[in-house]
């Protein structure tokens, strides 16, 4: 059978947990990894933070290592699903999930109390433009600790133009199947029309022998080298490494993806 739901991948909270949190334990070896080559921290107990959680995936393997760790997420539906998540596991004690908009972020927490923030996958892109972009840079700023460190993942854009990309990934949780197939349509050269990706999203979810098909189209901000360099100069953050997918620096290389390391300026 097949049916046809509305809604984008964000709006189911299962569906998009069931996607996302494979390879989180490997991914946080990684940052576990670039924490220790980059951040300059006091010994004692340190909180890690996720902006944009969403279900919570980071959360919930921060706290299994015996971490303090909190997150926040735009959606509600999204910020409920990761703290349920959390109470069934046992993990509540440890990891706190608020409801806060990535542009709005510098009066979450008390300013200078978080040690790590992570915040990969290009979510940073939706941010609308520079002045929101701005001011989540601004407000993780004040969050951060002196030595410590906000890392953020993002894919930056040519300046002369990329060719239309795809992406398909598949999960199983629970006897649900899911399948998204990702078109990616970016921007013409720099200067030449808006400063948009367009990213449209086909998902195939099946249960129970239903077949369901939902498709979600919007928009991501782009970043040409220049541009990010250019944002990230006016801010309260500043660079200290550019690593690809596994920690490695980056040494010149043109990369579909980067872990941008940032901390406190001054």
Sequence with gaps: MKGDGGGGFYDDPVVYDILAAPGTVAELDVLDAV?????????????WLEPACGTGRCLREWAARGRRAVGFDVSAAMAGHARRRLRRLGLA???EVLVADM???GDLLPPGGVDVAYLPDNSFRHL???????AHLDGMARL???GGVYVLGLSLTSPLGEPPDEDVWTASRGGIRVTQVVNYLPPGPDGIGPRRERVISHL???RAGVEEHRDHVYDLRTYTPRQWDALLGRSDL???ASLDRLGTPR???DLPYQLEVLARRG
């Design 103 to 105: 542009a709005d972020c």
């Design 238 to 240: 500043r660079r200290l």
């Design 204 to 206: 195939v979810v099946s």
């Design 251 to 253: 040494a010149g290389r």
């Design 93 to 95: 004690t440890t990891a």
């Design 144 to 146: 951060l600790r002196p």
């Design 128 to 134: 609308p433009d520079d002045r929101a972009a701005r």
């Design 35 to 47: 924490v220790a080559a980059w951040a300059v921290l006091e010994s004692g107990p340190r909180l």
